[in-house]
């Protein structure tokens, strides 16, 4: 072991090119699907600048946090209102969540 070779760092053998590969179907479906046993997605996506959690909710939960009084910075994008998570009012960063986005991709086009 003195001469600076380790077993642990032997080469990696490369593959038979002439063996059938198998497919790894679960990844694909894991990465286009919602596994039902996974948590919802949700259709707004709150993060709060003062606790720094990013949190996903639902609409009535969404009309909760604009309880007044409430304020919108449109340069950045920014709403002051009542964190879900820690209650208290801060700067919170709303964004369109996976279950809406998905919704308006189906939407008919005009």
């Known amino acids: 072991m003195g001469d600076g070779t380790s077993p642990r760092l032997d080469r990696v053998t490369k593959p038979n090119p002439q063996a059938p590969r198998s497919r790894d179907h679960r990844g694909k479906e894991a990465l286009y699907s919602t596994a039902p046993g996974q948590a919802p997605a949700f259709p707004v996506v ?10 996903g909710i639902t609409i009535p939960e969404t009309i909760g946090t604009m309880r007044p009084p409430v304020l ?16 208290r009012r801060a700067w919170l960063r709303l964004r369109m969540g996976q279950s809406l986005r998905v919704l308006l991709d189906r939407a008919p086009r005009t």
Not at 72 to 87: A, I, M, V
């Open 72 to 87: 919108f910075n449109p340069l950045n994008r920014k709403l002051w209102g009542r964190c879900p998570t820690c209650q």
């Open 46 to 55: 709150v993060t709060c600048n003062r606790c720094d959690v990013e949190r």
